[in-house]
C-alpha cells in the first residue's frame, strides 16, 4: 500500500504545539484505505473508530499507521485474534474439514481434511482468508501424489526401487517382466515410453523380425541369391550376387531400412561410375573450351591428364572433374594471374621513389627487388627496395643514425679468450658510441684494426674476407644469445686465427678484388 502524505502547516494533536490536520482531510485519507469514519478524529496516534468497507467488520485504526502504508483491518490482515469457531466456519466453507482445533495463530498449519478429495492437508488460517486453494494436491500446477507415481510406474511392469524422487528425475526401477534394474522418469513412462530398454529392444527386433521365406524373397528381389539360412536382421547374411557373382555379406536390415543400401558394392560401384562417366569427345571438347589440348586419351574423371596449355605453353596434369568444378587447371597460369593482381603500377612505385628523394635508374620490378636509384640530395647510387622506402627508409648515404658509408671507417679484428672466438667486423672512424667499445664491455680483446676512405670500402673488405671464408667451410661460430651484435662474423680460433684475419685485411688492400655485391650476413 502506498504511503499517504501528510500536508504541512495544520494542526495535529490538540495541546501538542504540533501542526493540526483539517479534519475533513483525514477523513479522506482514511476512506482512500478503504475505511468509512464512525468518529470524529481524535489525532494521528488515536485509535479512530472506522468500518472496513470490505469486510464490514469496525475496526480501530491509527491515522499515523494509515499514512505510514499500513493495512486499516486486523482481520484482513490476519493479525486479529480470531474466535476458534469463526476460524473453522472459514475453514469449512472453503471445504476443508478441520481435524484439530484452531491452534491459536492465523500463520500456524492447522490440520484439515479437504472434502474433495480427502487427503489430509496442513494449510494456514491467513492463507485460507485471503482466497488461497485449501489443497495443493488439487491445485491446477499440483504435485504428483507419490501414491499415484507409484501406481503409474507399476501400470507400466516396473517396481520402484526408492521414493518418488520427481516427475523429470531418474526413479530407479525394476522391470517385472525380465528383473533389469532402470532409472526411467515418470514423464517419460506418462508419454508412453519403455520404462525397460532390453525389453523396448526385443520388441523392436520381433516388430522387424521377418520369416525365412519373406526375408529370402526380399534378398532375390535385391540381386542377391542367400547362401545360408537365415541369421537373423541385424546379422550379416551371406550370398552370392546375382548380377555379378561376388560373394557379399549384407544385413537384411540394410535392404529394407530407411536409408537402403545396395547388396552388392561392386555392382554399385560400376553403375556409380557409370553414371558419371563421360564421353571422349565430350571431354576433349571441353578441356579444349578452357583451354587446354589433351596429350593422351581420356582415362576418367578423377584421373590426372596430360594437356598442353594455351595460356603459358607449360604441359600439366589436371583432372577432368578439377575442371568440371571451376578449378584453373594450370598452376603456372594461375600464379601468374595472382601476382598480376598484386602487382604494384611501376608509375605509383617511381612515385614514392621520388616522394623519399631518390631517382629511379632502372625499370621497376618487385617491391622486394633492389631497385638501383640515384639521391636527388647527395648524388650516390644505392639500390633500396620499394618495400624499405615504404617503411621510411631513405638514402643509406644521408641517413643520421646507424653506419655512415660515405664516411671514413675502419675495419677491425677483435678475439675472446673465454669464447675462443676471433670476429671481424667494422665501424666508423669517428663515432659517439664506438662498436669496438661494446664489444670490450662484453669481454672481447681488439687486436688489429684498418683505416679506410669510407664505409663502402670497410664493408667490401668484410665482405670479401666473410665470403672467402665461408666458402672454405668456415661457418659461424657463436650464436646470437653469446654476442647479439655480430654473432654472423664470428669464427672458432682454432681454425680461424687473428692473425690470419689480419693478413687477409692486408693483402685485400695491395690486391684489390672486381667489385662484387655486397651481401651482409
Same mark, same amino acid.
Given at each position: 500500500m502506498t504511503p499517504l502524505t501528510l500536508e504541512s502547516g495544520e494542526l495535529d494533536l490538540a495541546g501538542s504545539g504540533r501542526p493540526r490536520r483539517d479534519p475533513r482531510q483525514a477523513e479522506e485519507i482514511m476512506r482512500a484505505a478503504g475505511l468509512e469514519p464512525l468518529e470524529p478524529c481524535r489525532g494521528s496516534s488515536a485509535p479512530w473508530r472506522c468500518r472496513h468497507t470490505a469486510c464490514g467488520r469496525e475496526v480501530t485504526p491509527r491515522l499515523s499507521n494509515i499514512t505510514k502504508g499500513q493495512r486499516g483491518c486486523v482481520y484482513c490482515s490476519g493479525h486479529a485474534r480470531i474466535e476458534p469457531e469463526a476460524a473453522a466456519a472459514v475453514m469449512r466453507a472453503a471445504g476443508l474439514e478441520p481435524l484439530e482445533p484452531y491452534p491459536g495463530g492465523s500463520d500456524r498449519k492447522w490440520r484439515c481434511r479437504h472434502r474433495a478429495c480427502g487427503r489430509e492437508v496442513t494449510p494456514t488460517y491467513v492463507r485460507i482468508n485471503s482466497g488461497a486453494?485449501?489443497?495443493?494436491?488439487?491445485?491446477?500446477?499440483?504435485?504428483?501424489?507419490?501414491?499415484?507415481?507409484?501406481?503409474? !510406474?507399476?501400470?507400466?511392469?516396473?517396481?520402484?526401487?526408492?521414493?518418488?524422487?520427481?516427475?523429470?528425475?531418474?526413479?530407479?526401477?525394476?522391470?517385472?517382466?525380465?528383473?533389469?534394474?532402470?532409472?526411467?522418469?515418470?514423464?517419460?513412462?506418462?508419454?508412453?515410453?519403455?520404462?525397460?530398454?532390453?525389453?523396448?529392444?526385443?520388441?523392436?527386433?520381433?516388430?522387424?523380425?521377418?520369416?525365412?521365406?519373406?526375408?529370402?524373397?526380399?534378398?532375390?528381389?535385391?540381386?542377391?541369391?542367400?547362401?545360408?539360412?537365415?541369421?537373423g536382421t541385424e546379422f550379416a547374411w551371406k550370398s552370392r550376387c546375382i548380377t555379378c557373382g561376388s560373394i557379399v555379406s549384407p544385413r537384411l536390415g540394410s535392404l529394407t531400412g530407411r536409408s537402403r543400401r545396395p547388396g552388392c558394392k561392386r555392382c554399385a560401384d560400376r553403375a556409380n561410375g557409370a553414371a558419371q562417366r563421360h564421353d571422349e569427345d565430350l571431354a576433349v571438347a571441353e578441356m579444349r573450351e578452357h583451354g587446354f589440348e589433351p596429350q593422351e586419351p581420356y582415362r576418367g574423371v578423377k584421373y590426372p591428364w596430360r594437356c598442353l596449355c594455351h595460356g603459358c605453353g607449360t604441359i600439366t596434369s589436371p583432372t577432368f572433374g578439377s575442371i568440371l568444378a571451376?578449378?584453373?587447371?594450370?598452376?603456372?597460369?594461375?600464379?601468374?594471374?595472382?601476382?598480376?593482381?598484386?602487382?604494384?603500377?611501376?608509375?605509383?612505385?617511381?612515385?614514392? !621513389?621520388?616522394?623519399?628523394?631518390?631517382?629511379?635508374?632502372?625499370?621497376?620490378?618487385?617491391?622486394?627487388?633492389?631497385?638501383?636509384?640515384?639521391?636527388?640530395?647527395?648524388g650516390r647510387t644505392s639500390t633500396p627496395t620499394l618495400s624499405k622506402i615504404r617503411s621510411g627508409r631513405g638514402c643509406k648515404y644521408c641517413a643520421r643514425f646507424g653506419f655512415d658509408r660515405a664516411a671514413p671507417a675502419r675495419v677491425y679484428v677483435v678475439t675472446h679468450v673465454q669464447h675462443g672466438a676471433v670476429k671481424i667486423g667494422v665501424a666508423g672512424a669517428r663515432q659517439r658510441n664506438d662498436r669496438i667499445g661494446q664489444h670490450r664491455r662484453l669481454g672481447w680483446t681488439l687486436y688489429y684494426e684498418h683505416h679506410v676512405p669510407t664505409g663502402d670500402d670497410a664493408l667490401s673488405v668484410e665482405q670479401t674476407i666473410l665470403r672467402r671464408l665461408r666458402a672454405a667451410g668456415h661457418g659461424v661460430f657463436l650464436t646470437a644469445a653469446q654476442l647479439p651484435n655480430g654473432w654472423t662474423e664470428t669464427f672458432d680460433a682454432a681454425r680461424v686465427t687473428a692473425a690470419e684475419l689480419r693478413d687477409a685485411i692486408r693483402e685485400h688492400q695491395t690486391a684489390p678484388t672486381p667489385p662484387q655485391p655486397l651481401t651482409l650476413f
Open positions: 486453494g485449501p489443497c495443493r494436491w488439487c491445485a491446477p500446477n499440483a504435485p504428483v501424489d507419490p501414491d499415484v507415481a507409484a501406481a503409474d !510406474m507399476r501400470a507400466a511392469g516396473l517396481d520402484p526401487l526408492g521414493p518418488y524422487p520427481g516427475v523429470d528425475t531418474p526413479w530407479p526401477v525394476r522391470c517385472r517382466a525380465c528383473g533389469a534394474p532402470g532409472a526411467p522418469t515418470l514423464g517419460s513412462i506418462r508419454q508412453g515410453q519403455g520404462g525397460c530398454y532390453p525389453c523396448g529392444r526385443r520388441k523392436a527386433n520381433e516388430s522387424m523380425r521377418h520369416d525365412a521365406e519373406t526375408a529370402a524373397a526380399v534378398m532375390r528381389a535385391a540381386g542377391l541369391e542367400p547362401l545360408e539360412p537365415y541369421p571451376g578449378q584453373s587447371g594450370c598452376r603456372r597460369c594461375a600464379d601468374l594471374r595472382s601476382a598480376a593482381a598484386r602487382r604494384e603500377d611501376p608509375e605509383r612505385a617511381a612515385a614514392s !621513389m621520388r616522394e623519399a628523394g631518390l631517382e629511379p635508374l632502372e625499370p621497376y620490378t618487385t617491391s622486394m627487388t633492389p631497385w638501383r636509384c640515384r639521391c636527388t640530395t647527395c
